[in-house]
């Protein structure tokens, strides 16, 4: 039985509170670099992985607020459609890396690709605001990933001048550590902090004890 995970999941909800106060403290401070506002979902074709706490509590979210229907057949459709291609490109980038292609040519070419998430919905907002991930919540002001700088191509922050920066490996530290706990407190035989998926997957996958690997290993 997969024990109550509620303790971690408040952690994770408060580290998302700090997240959204650092993007409206930036926001405050430069209103004129900053430009999301309802209608913009730039940011929702860009490709990024979930942490495994960040991937089950979306999952969680999903299933509390799309009973079965349209609507929620409609993004499992969509998330199994994104699946497949980001599968494809993942393949693609791979011969790239054994054909010897330098390793920043193939990050381009990642973050060059870009993809709807199954989240947006027909009138270009999100289906699932409120528990949308921290990726999503930060993008819009300037964050940095192993010391480079990255920030959203329809803002005006400038290239010269220094800003607020929010360095996304500290978070990503705290989410593994989460996961970490989740396999510690459930038992698992997996190494779940290192564990990332795409949103489509997130939403794909059903977090049962096999899955988390609490319930005994079948036989080949």
Not at 95 to 123: D, F, H, V, W, Y
Not at 130 to 154: Q, W
Request: hydrophobic letters at 35%.
């Amino acid at each position: 039985m997969i024990p109550d995970l509620t303790p971690i999941f408040s952690r994770y909800e408060a580290l998302r509170q700090e997240v959204d106060a650092l993007f409206q403290t930036v926001t405050r401070q430069f209103p004129e670099c900053v430009h999301c506002q309802k209608g913009c979902n730039d940011c929702c074709s860009a490709l990024f992985d979930l942490s495994f706490v960040e991937a089950m509590y979306i999952n969680k979210a999903f299933e509390k607020a799309f009973d079965y229907g349209k609507e929620r057949s409609d993004i499992l459709t969509r998330a199994s459609d994104v699946d497949r291609k980001l599968t494809r490109l993942k393949r693609e980038l791979f011969k790239l890396e054994k054909n010897g292609t330098p390793e920043e040519e193939i990050m381009r070419k990642a973050a060059e690709a870009r993809m709807p998430c199954p989240l947006l919905g027909n009138e270009g907002t999100c289906l699932l605001y409120e528990a949308r991930p921290i990726t999503c919540r930060i993008y819009g002001i300037p964050t940095a990933i192993a010391a480079e700088s990255h920030v959203c191509g329809l803002s005006d922050f400038s290239p010269h001048a220094t800003y607020p920066t929010v360095k996304m490996d500290k978070i990503q530290a705290r989410l593994e550590a989460m996961s970490a706990d989740i396999a510690s407190l459930t038992g698992s035989r997996f190494t779940l902090d290192q564990v990332y998926v795409p949103l489509s997957m997130a939403l794909l996958t059903r977090y049962d004890e096999q899955y988390l690997g609490i319930s005994p290993a079948k036989e080949d």
